[in-house]
Structures are given as structure tokens and as C-alpha cells.
């Protein structure tokens, strides 16, 4: 169980990113974090596995408070909270197979991974994922001749093969395309189920957020304006997190895709 | 209705005339200061310039065969010292690199580095050259030191500012993995400057060869020591044939180190 009592996150500039954040996530359940762009989402999530320092506050992971981690017991922590990117944050000069390897980082010696000798079950382990998200003819491509759907294939495989407890996830879907977008966050939210984690997923997406997560949580200018079951985000809502905007726009949707085409008729 | 304007000027670097036209007023009588501050010696100049006549019937008439063994000689020394600097040179400009790149190490490290870099940098590789004859005597030993120290500055400065400018998200992700900072430098930093690196230190070796042929002048071994002897003989036909095949050399060891840099890169 992860537990944020009252995170403050104050830049060297002086700007506040996050202004006494509180939060409980539970596990087995995928929360998407949405709010405006400069809301503190993406430092939030950082904090969580300290790429971003906290100012302060606490984050309790099963009773362990992150803050306080040594250099030596952050790392050891780190290695069971998974990762999954953006602009997926593979590198890109390295295979397929290599990049996932990485995940297992935390886990074997020095010259072992410089070396590239890794054990056997976790080259099966790497094996056995990459099947399972679909990579298996890639296993020795350069991660730069992959598409973006499928590189983030890679950077989920590379979260998992830490066999992580929780999951941060950062705009999986900002630069995908729609389908590909509810691909992967398909595979995510079937993840997350399988191997019982607690996930946080930061997305501007509504509708995938709305469509994929059982709960949500609306971040404005560094506070939680509101936290509830994805069925709850309504109009009000959404006016509260982003301001006010006609957000009813009923768009003629292509055949192909079987989403609704108004966000707030799903669910009810 | 608001009047549309019809007239648009871009906007000049500097507003104020007076500090324009100011400043090109003094361009141009510093130009004209610095001209009339070189004395030219036409007596000097016209003597210089039959030398020059010497020096060109020797490179007409170069002579290849009298000091052939030095010749041969000086230049695998200075093929020797280039190889030996260079693979000195790579090995130590890696860790000093690591310790210069401001997202990797904390700012003391970080400090301490730029500072030594700064420093082997601030040296001419003439003034090396002499430094390093002072400290070992004369030969091929103070050529070494001083193409390699003068090589990690090189490598050094040039793989710190890559490894800055590497993609700070794929740093952060191999962090977020759990990594510690070697792994990370073998992970994240590695693979985005080891093209790099390696295009480098070819470059390097290559001017390497071409400073080996100067800090000779000054005792430090190789052709450049061939080459001053060589000239202070007046035996402008062999020191003809020395320039000749280091111009030869030269050529050939650039065409050869840009095509491998073109195939890595």
C-alpha cells in the first residue's frame, strides 16, 4: 500500500509544484492522475521513487517511508517500483532484449549486466514478457527501429522485469496514436491485473483515463481538486480540475473503434 | 477602427545610434592602429625572401637518400608516440570525462575535473613538449606524455560536453530501475557517446601525428627532431623531403581517420 501524507515539492526556483498532497492507493487498482499541464502530475509520480526530491512530507510504501531512504536502501526500493515513460525513455542504441534487461539492474552484479551474462531465469523471464507484449521477432532489433507503440511495448516489459509492487506510468499514451493509445493502455490495466500491482498512471487523456481507471484523481496547480470513481467524473468535474470549457462536443466516430464517442456516457 | 500600419523595420541589435556608429568608428581606427603598428623591414623581408628561394629548390630537389635511415626512422617514432598517446589518452579521458559532466557527478566532483581539464588545456603542447623534456630529458618519452596529456584534454572536454547533452529520460529511466552509478554510466551514458568517443579518439590520433611532427623541434622525439636537425644544417634538400612525407602522412592519415568516422557515426 503506498500512502502520501502532506508531499510539498518546492523547486530551487521557488515555484511550488505540489502543495500538501495526500493520497492512498490501493492495490489492484489502476488510478489515473489527470489535471491541466504544470499541475505537479509528473513531479507527484517522481517523488514517489525520489527521481524528484521532496520537499516534504511523507510517502509510506508498505510502511516504509521513501523520504527517509539511504542512497543504498533507496536503490534497493527502486527496484521493485516499475517505471514506464513518456516518450518511453528506452535507450534507443541498445536492442530490444538489452533495454528490457535493464529493468534487472537493481538485481544483478556490475559485471554481470556490463558483460551482458545475465542469469538464466531472467533471460527467460525477459523472454516470456517480451511474447507476452507482443515483441518476440524483435528480441535483437536497435530499440530507434521500433515504432512508438511498440517501444513502449519495450519500456513495459522493462517495468515488469523488475517484478515491481507499483507502478508509476507517465503519459504512456502521450505520443501515440488513439488506437495504439488504448492498445497499450489495454496491456497496462491487463498487467496490472494479473500481477495484482497498484498502479498510478498520469494521463491528459479524459477519456482513456475515464475508460481505463477505476479511480481518479484531479491535480490543479499543486492540490487535489478531486478523487473519486472514474463514473463520477462528470462535467462539474472536469470544469472544477481544468476550468470551464464546453467539453460536450459530440464528434461522428469512425466504425473501426469501439469506443463511445461521448465521454460521459460511458459507464453509466 | 484601429489604423493598420503600412511600415516594419526589424528591430536593430543595438537602439541607440550613437553606441552603433560608436562602436564602428572604433573598429575602424583599431584596424588602422593595428596596420600601422606592424613594421615592415623591406631590407629584412627581401633577404628572407631568397631564402625562401633556397628553401623551395629543396623541396624541388628532395632528397630522400642521404638521411633516408633517419627519415624512416623518425617517422615510425612518431607513428609509435602517436599510437602510444592515443591509446593512454582514451583510457584516461574516459574517467576524467564522467567526472566533467555536470548530470552525472555531484558539483564538487564535477568542479575538480573542469578544473584539471581547464588546466592541461590552458598548456600549449609546444609548452608541454618543453615541460616534459625539462622533467624526462630528450626522446620519444617526453613526446608521449605530451601528446597524451595534451589528448586527454582533448578527448576529455569534447566527452564531457556529449555526455551533458545525452537524453536526460533514458538516465532517468535506467535510475528509476534501481541501477547504481556505474550501471547507470554503462546502461545510459555508454550507449549514447560510444560512437562518439570512439570518432574521437581516431580524430585524435590524427592530430596527434601532425603535433608529433612539431614537438620534435623542441626535443621530444620523431620526425619533428630529423626535421630540425635537418634545417639546422641548411640541408634544405632533405628537410624537403621530411616535409614531403609528413604532408604525405598527414593527408593520408586524415582521409583515412574521416572515412572511418564517416562509416561509426
Redesign the interface.
Known sequence: MVEIKDLVKRYPSGQEALKSVSLTLEENTVMALIGPSGAGKSTLIRCI?R?VEPTSGTILINGTNVCELGKKEL???????G?I???Y??????TVM?NVL??????VG?WT??LRRFPQDVVAQAYTLLERVGLSDFVDNRADQLSGGQRQRV?IA?ALI?NPDLL?VDEPTASLDPKTSRQVMRLIVELVQERNLQCIINIHDVVLAKQFAQRIVGLQDGKIVFEGKSAELDVSVLNTIYGEEDWNIKKKKKEDEDDEADIFSMGE | MQEVRTTWRKKRKIENPLIRYGILVLVLAYLYLAGTGVEVNADRVSRGLSRVGLLFSGFFQPDFQSRGKYIVEGILESVAMTLASSAFAMILAVPIALGASRNIVPKWVYLICRVFLMLIRSLHVVILGIIFVIMFGYGPLAGVLTLMVNGVGFIGKLLAEDIENIQEEQLEAIRATGASWLKTVVYAVWPQVSTRFIGLSIYRADISFRQSTVIGIVGAGGIGAVLDTAMGRYDYHTAGAILLVIIIMVLVTEYGSSAIRRRIV
Open positions: 521513487n527521481l536503490r534497493l526500493r527502486r527496484r521493485k517500483i517505471m515513460f513518456q516518450e525513455a528506452l535507450v534507443d542504441r541498445l538489452e535493464s529493468g534487472q539492474l537493481g538485481y556490475f549486466s556490463t519500456g522493462r523488475q508509476l
